[in-house]
């Protein structure tokens, strides 16, 4: 029997609490910034899978 987890990691929770900021005009940074922790995951696992491409290329 699977397990279904329930809940938000780390970079959703600072995404939601970042755009409350936004829209509460706590802070007023750009969207780019308030949006960050999404673009910034993503970019982080597009380094690990190229490395891993490029490393798996440089070993065949």
Same mark, same amino acid.
């Given at each position: ?5 329930? /809940?938000?990691?780390?970079? $959703? ?27 910034? /995951? ?7 899978? /190229? ?7 440089? $070993?065949?």
């Amino acid at each position: 029997m699977a397990t279904k987890k329930i /809940g938000l990691n780390l970079g $959703e929770v600072i995404l939601v609490v970042f755009i409350i900021l936004k829209l509460t005009k706590v802070i007023d940074w750009s969207w780019w910034w308030v949006l960050s922790p999404t673009w910034i /995951g993503l970019i982080v696992v597009i380094l690990i899978l /190229g490395y891993i491409a490029i490393r798996a290329w440089i $070993e065949s």
